[in-house]
């Protein structure tokens, strides 16, 4: 893993880490920000496959944080995290929905690691420039989108602002109609907080809702993360418990998996080497109390958090598993809508 990996692993937020660092060099989000992207232009995306293809269904993926900076957000035209995003996101992230789908991922001026320690205030209104932007991009790709089904996809602060466009541009519209699923994991999921019309994916063939899962070692205390995710989402007087299902079996009635039935994970990257193939059967899992609790195999390199959070690897662990199952759904949905 390379020094740049590691950092990395630290700035993929949320995560209920608290990181310590210099004081912010900017006095607020605006200024940092710059302009607006236009989702007019081509280069406003990282991935925009808009050529015919007998793939019937559509990603919109939003990215992780990888923006690391006493700044409150990236700037869109910042060439350096462009280029880190493009590299991290799409080899080990994204591509688990090419098989199903078309992919559109936005460029948008995401919120830095750091905004989302400080939640109110100017951290607060960091996060609503960077859902601003993600908004209008995914307006923009609706307007292209010739009524196509879609799959709503995310990571970290990817999740974070594709559940907030779940409930306030898809749930309850016409649109929740063309949703085959939501792949939100990375933040922690009360099951209250998700629209009647979007619940919780029950089964690996249900459409019209959301998948999401947090992985964590076995040893891990994930008492503080888990009352941190009901204090930030919770809704009052609804279900509290937080949805974690398993990117293995898919099947909420089968929440434990042993490793040799996990298709493949990605491998972390090796600076100067090639993509390596998928490694399969590279961990057990079960879904314990809102979290995923992981056991990799020997020799899998899936290096945890200090707060033992496997965070940075809660898709490439399972890419395979992902891929296939993305591939379900969308041949289900084309089939229920014939």
């Not at 298709?263 to 590279?282: E, F």
Request: with cysteine.
């Amino acid at each position: 893993m390379t020094i740049r990996g590691a950092i990395l692993a630290l700035s993929l937020t949320p995560v209920g880490i608290t990181l310590a660092g210099p004081a912010f060099a900017s006095a607020s989000p605006e200024a940092d920000a710059g302009p607006a992207p236009d989702y007019a232009r081509p280069e406003s995306w990282a991935l925009h496959d808009t050529a015919r293809s007998p793939r019937g269904v559509d990603v919109f993926y939003v990215h992780p944080t990888t923006f690391l900076s006493q700044d409150w957000n990236q700037r869109i035209d910042d060439a350096a995290t462009r280029e880190w995003t493009r590299a991290s996101v799409a080899a080990r992230q994204v591509s688990a929905f090419d098989a199903c789908c078309r992919r559109f991922m936005p460029w948008y001026r995401q919120a830095s690691s750091h905004a989302f320690v400080e939640r109110d205030g100017r951290g607060a209104a960091a996060y609503d420039i960077a859902y601003d932007d993600v908004r209008r991009a995914f307006r923009t790709y609706l307007a292209q989108s010739h009524g196509r089904p879609f799959i709503l996809a995310g990571h970290s602060q990817g999740a974070l602002l594709g559940l907030r466009l779940l409930k306030q541009e898809i749930a309850g519209t016409p649109l929740s109609a063309r949703l085959v699923a939501a792949y939100l994991p990375g933040i922690g999921i009360p099951a209250g907080t998700l629209p009647l019309d979007v619940p919780p994916c029950l089964t690996p063939t249900q459409t019209r809702c959301l998948v999401s899962w947090n992985g964590f070692t076995e040893s891990a205390d994930v008492t503080a993360w888990a009352k941190r995710s009901v204090a930030d989402y919770a809704v009052p007087r609804r279900d509290p418990t937080i949805v974690c299902i398993n990117p293995i079996t898919f099947d909420a009635a089968r929440p434990a998996a042993l490793a040799a039935e996990g298709k493949g994970m990605v491998p972390v990257a090796q600076k100067g080497r090639p993509p390596a193939p998928p490694v399969p059967h590279p961990a057990a899992t079960r879904c314990e109390d809102g979290v995923l609790r992981v056991v990799p195999a020997p020799g899998v390199e899936a290096p945890p958090l200090p707060n033992g959070s496997l965070h940075m690897h809660d898709i490439a662990l399972f890419w395979a598993d992902i891929s296939a199952n993305a591939a379900l759904r969308a041949q289900t949905w084309r089939k229920e809508h014939r």
